[in-house]
């Protein structure tokens, strides 16, 4: 989305050197996102999720994410995907496959080096990314802009509305934060005025 806008973009992260790994290198290369900096296993396979939809709406109702190679970043791998971060970059993060230690580390050496830093948070991070409260706080802190789903936030937020939990969240950490919900928009807030509908 970011280089059909015009804009210079870039992936960072560790695939499987198999057949699904260098088939997103090749579909993200004809987009013109630059994915020189990918790393390659082999011995992980690639991010593989097998998902099961339902109903009208084909809402999604269970999945299962397959063991892999963003599993098993190292401290070596972190490095080398810091390398490349400028102060002049926007760094996009996703609570998912990472685990939170790794996570943690690749955050700070972004912070260091003066990059902005968006979190995306659509997978509940205690019930689906084994996160513990704390480590998600943590990550929280060192983000610029947060935009989680109401949903993948209940256990640690329970009974939150999008708008109350776009508040809650910048009371906070007092920075933007936009939330998702679904059919019900989307609610942000970026000052003391109070959370808003996205239109």
Do not use: H
């Amino acid at each position: 989305q970011v280089s059909r806008l015009g804009i210079k973009a870039a992936f960072l992260g560790k695939l499987g050197n198999d057949v699904l790994g260098k088939k997103i290198v090749k579909l993200l290369g004809e987009e013109n996102v630059d994915c020189s900096s990918v790393l390659f296993s082999d011995e992980d396979c690639s991010p593989f999720n097998v998902a099961v939809y339902s109903g009208e709406e084909m809402r999604r109702r269970c999945g299962f994410l397959i063991p892999n190679s963003l599993a098993k970043l190292t401290d070596e791998d972190i490095e080398a995907l810091a390398a490349p971060i400028t102060s002049e970059d926007f760094v996009m993060v996703e609570i998912g496959e990472i685990p939170a230690e790794q996570m943690i580390k690749f955050l700070k050496k972004v912070n260091e080096k003066g990059a902005k830093v968006g979190l995306d948070v659509d997978l509940d991070p205690i019930r689906q990314c084994a996160f513990t409260a704390e480590q998600f706080d943590e990550i929280c802190r060192f983000c610029d802009i947060l935009i989680p789903n109401v949903v993948a936030l209940s256990a640690i937020y329970p009974d939150e509305t999008a708008a109350s939990l776009a508040e809650k969240m910048y009371g906070i950490y007092g920075k933007p934060c936009v939330v998702s919900a679904g059919t019900e928009g989307a609610f942000y807030c970026y000052d003391e005025t109070g959370a808003q509908n996205l239109p």
